[in-house]
């Protein structure tokens, strides 16, 4: 065999990088520039070594792509450094009594359904927003009201996810509403209902996740 052949494949050994689910993605030895999640309330980093994948490192990779900001979570890389668990996140305890446990109150009758996203949004938002309907059309319908809308995050503000935007419905036809409770640069911290890697239908939790586009605010 010729050397220059054996050269052309190695080449093509080592740029190979086509994946298909996280459980059969390891990281990647190429340098490629890698997005470090915020220290702000991180208290488990975990290194990524060469082998990894990211199913591997924790069970809850849908959490940690999202807070670390991995918009492909097929795609880690050896030294990157991820933030396995923060302040809020799925390793804290989550409390099924969504009033007196976080300390909120309601403005007033919330006509949606308990449980739901929809009816934590309500319950936390800062105007009326009953009648918006499902979540993925909550931008839409407050805009179509006279709701001021937008894409830049403010504590506040409710974030309206569509479908795939968010980890509590990744892979699912579903979108999903939440709180604003404070922002830091690329990440912001929200308070939720009903998300399903984070104590599911009828339970709150809190979380930092990363800023991305495509996300609306209702202000």
Known sequence: MSRRLLFAMLFIVASMAFVFKPSSVSAHTVAQPRIVASSVGCTSWYTVRSGDYLSRI?????????????????????????CLVWSGSFSSPVTSNPVVSVGYT???PNRYTFGYCT????E?????????????YWAANARARGIPTG????????????PGYHVSNWGTSSGHVAHVNAVSGAM?????????YYGGFGRWDTVWIAIVSGVEFIY
């Open 58 to 82: 924790t069970s809850n990779w849908r959490a940690v792509a999202s807070y670390n900001g991995i918009a492909n979570p097929n795609l880690i890389y050896v030294g990157q450094r991820l």
């Open 106 to 108: 309601s403005k007033g």
């Open 119 to 122: 009816w934590g949004a309500e």
């Open 124 to 136: 936390l938002a800062t105007r009326d927003l009953n009648g918006l309907g499902n979540a993925p």
């Open 151 to 162: 894409y830049k995050a403010v504590p506040g503000a409710t974030a309206v996810f569509q």
């Open 188 to 196: 912001m911290q929200i308070t939720e209902m009903n998300n399903a």
